[in-house]
């Protein structure tokens, strides 16, 4: 799975749209990418995943760039609740049950 | 919303001892996974199941660990003798075998302390 670079940390006024970038400079084709959170010690929860186009859930949207060499994960509207280690991965969409690696991620503090 | 339950949430035990951390996946799932995550690093991979055999596991997953599905609802990580680096929280995920979005749907954890 290509690697990921992500910053540390990142501060959000609450209210205010988070955007989390991304780098993934030698990702391939058949490659996905994902976002996962982890809030304070618990699981780790699923937000988004797209290959090329633009993607938007309930949760967030996920921009990728034309040369799927970074992405955006954009919280619109970011409350109190989405201070969390925030996971960018890199995976290849598979029928096995093949992992996800997670990295060290960047820490979202939404500031009131 | 179904989810991924975990027993128990916080085991303290002697080094040395063995340890069972149960887990029931969510119902339709079949690929079920074990990560653990050491206080202050990385979540990192364990094992991966699926049709009542190991998938695929990590350079961590060495002899002390096991996983069992001994029915069909529960999920097993089973460490044989304990070390005081064993201690971490423990995370049981599933998914279901019909698509594979990447979406892991993780429990709460348990977390294990080994003294």
């Known amino acids: 799975d290509a690697k990921t670079t992500q910053p540390t940390s990142m501060d959000c006024a609450e209210g205010r749209a988070a955007n989390l970038p991304c780098n993934h400079s030698t990702i391939s084709g058949n490659e996905y990418v994902y976002w996962y959170r982890q809030i304070h010690s618990q699981g780790p929860q699923y937000i988004i995943h797209g290959l090329k186009n633009n993607e938007t859930n309930e949760m967030a949207s996920l921009i990728i760039t034309e040369d799927r060499k970074s992405s955006t994960l954009i919280l619109p509207h970011a409350t109190l609740r989405d201070t969390a280690v925030y996971y960018c991965?890199?995976?290849?969409?598979?029928?096995?049950?093949?992992?996800?690696?997670f990295g060290s991620g960047t820490q979202l503090t939404v500031l009131p | 919303e179904p989810e991924v339950t975990q027993t128990p949430s916080h085991q303290v035990t002697q080094m040395g001892q063995e340890v069972i951390l149960r887990c029931v996946p969510i119902s339709n799932h079949l690929y079920f996974y074990w990560y653990r995550q050491i206080l202050g690093q990385k979540v990192e991979f364990l094992v991966s199941f699926y049709n009542n055999e190991i998938s695929e596991k990590s350079e961590i997953f060495d002899d002390q660990f096991s996983v069992e599905r001994p029915d069909g609802s529960n999920f097993t990580l089973k460490i044989r003798s304990t070390k005081l680096e064993d201690s971490a929280m423990y995370f049981c995920?599933?998914?279901?075998?019909?698509?594979?979005?990447?979406?892991?749907?993780f429990g709460e954890g348990s977390r294990l302390t080994v003294l």
């Open positions: 991965i890199v995976r290849v969409f598979s029928g096995s049950a093949r992992q996800l690696t």
């Open positions: 995920a599933s998914r279901p075998r019909d698509r594979d979005t990447g979406e892991l749907f």
